[in-house]
């Protein structure tokens, strides 16, 4: 139980193009969701707590128009890196919020995005 | 400011040793404790975590830690250590959002 998913595993895109990555909870309900980023070597760093039916709070420096996150049922946040850049190729993470605190939270497999 | 401090970036241990990793932690409250482990390109497995009680708690795969709130440590222990256990590890800190050390890659020597 507690699977979470995530499409695409890996996306190659051009630079100004914009990129969905979808995160589903498969066999539970997350009225809330994380987006972590993870750059090579390195540890994962929060984005933004998606929550469901509301705006996605965003952590410092994160900017909102460049990283959309929709949260739109309690299965299914998706982020938009909007306007692509090669500096914005990284493996990004999302997680489904299984209790509601956020102490229990179950993992994507994660997305590998390159952007040329 | 919640912050974890990993400070082995690098373990190589012997198949069949033993093995601690290393974490420690700084959180105004009484912390929420994550170890998770992450394979190459993929996403974070939880290993054990700890919320209150027995400060030894008990995880998948043979692992356990200790929670020692005097020295603001939760140190990762397998008495010993597979093959299948290269991998990186990340403990992590929270109250609702987690905050993650910088991993511990832990290699295996056969």
């Known amino acids: 139980g507690a699977v979470v998913s995530q499409h695409p595993s890996r996306v190659i895109c051009k630079s100004g193009t914009s990129v969905k990555i979808e995160c589903r909870s498969l066999?539970?309900?997350?009225?809330?969701m994380f987006w972590y980023r993870q750059f090579p070597k390195q540890s994962l760093m929060l984005m933004a707590t998606?929550?469901?039916?509301?705006?996605?709070?965003?952590e410092q420096g994160v900017e909102k128009d460049k990283f959309l996150i929709n949260h739109a049922s309690l299965t299914l946040s998706t982020l938009t890196v909007t306007s692509a850049h090669p500096e914005d190729s990284s493996f990004y993470i999302c997680?489904?919020?299984?209790?509601?605190?956020?102490?229990?939270?179950?993992f994507g497999p994660g997305t590998r995005l390159l952007v040329l | 400011a919640q912050s974890v401090t990993q400070p082995d970036i690098h373990i190589t241990v012997s198949e069949g040793a033993s093995l601690e990793l290393r974490c420690n932690y700084s959180?105004?409250?009484?912390?929420?404790l994550f170890w998770y482990v992450q394979s190459p390109g993929q996403g974070l497995q939880l290993l054990l975590k700890?919320?209150?009680?027995?400060?030894l708690v008990q995880g998948i795969k043979g692992f356990e830690a200790e929670f020692k709130r005097s020295q603001s440590s939760f140190n990762l222990r397998k008495p010993s250590v597979h093959w299948s256990d290269a991998a990186e590890y990340f403990c992590?800190?929270?109250?609702?959002?987690?905050?993650f050390g910088a991993g511990t890659i832990l290699r295996v020597k056969s």
């Open positions: 992590a800190v929270g109250g609702g959002k987690l905050v």
């Open positions: 700890y919320f209150s009680g027995d400060t």
């Open positions: 997680s489904a919020d299984l209790a509601g605190g956020g102490e229990t939270q179950y």
């Open positions: 066999d539970f309900q997350a009225t809330t």
């Open positions: 998606s929550n469901e039916g509301s705006k996605a709070t965003y």
């Open positions: 959180y105004g409250a009484t912390p929420y």
